[in-house]
């Protein structure tokens, strides 16, 4: 039987815990099995914090015990919000391209101001200078230009919305090709 205690007598390697006999087999196994106050708070402690995470609630407080309210931030409300002034789109200038509506040719006044001119017809009736910048250096009487209104000294800056080219032959050229499709008149 070796070192069992018989009949609940104390041999050598029993020790006797509140009033029993135990081994020192049982006192190992009673050590590994049996949470210690150390294991019950770090597991009170983990179970906190899983909690936390993953917002368990908690039971109510007990009846008599008053809770306070704990104040929740609440976000920062925006501004209220205000709309821009809607902008009504710019009408382009009548006819920009060339058909039954005419062709814009746009000219800088000698106060430096944009003007906009439909014509309708040809022939324009205007002498241009024979270098860029395209100068109008004479208005025909009785001709188109000067029933629209036209006047020495503006410059001729774009055709059907478009910048002349940069050089005298191709702006002269996009003039003619743009004015052609105009019905010719006396």
Same mark, same amino acid.
């Given at each position: ?34 949470? /210690? ?11 906190? =914090?899983? =909690? ?99 006047? =020495? ?25 743009? /004015? ?7």
């Amino acid at each position: 039987m070796g070192n069992q205690p018989c009949c609940g007598q104390p041999n050598e390697s029993s020790t006797e815990i509140a009033g029993h006999q135990v081994t020192a087999e049982e006192l190992e196994k009673s050590n590994t099995d049996t949470p /210690t106050y150390t294991d019950q708070v770090e597991t009170t402690q983990a179970k906190t =914090e899983i =909690e936390d995470r993953v917002a368990v609630p908690r039971p109510p407080p007990p009846e008599g015990w008053s809770s306070v309210p704990v104040p929740v931030q609440q976000p920062a409300k925006a501004p209220p919000a205000t709309t821009a002034p809607i902008q009504q789109p710019v009408p382009a200038p009548p006819a920009m391209t060339d058909g039954a509506g005419g062709v814009v040719i746009t000219f800088e006044t000698k106060k430096k101001e944009q003007k906009n001119i439909l014509f309708k017809k040809r022939p324009l009736g205007l002498g241009l200078s024979k270098s860029l910048p395209l100068v109008v250096n004479n208005v025909l009487e009785g001709k188109h230009a000067k029933e629209l209104g036209v006047e =020495e000294g503006w410059v001729m800056t774009m055709i059907k919305g478009a910048k002349l080219p940069d050089t005298f032959k191709d702006a002269k050229q996009t003039l003619a090709e743009a /004015t052609e499709v105009l019905p010719m008149t006396g």
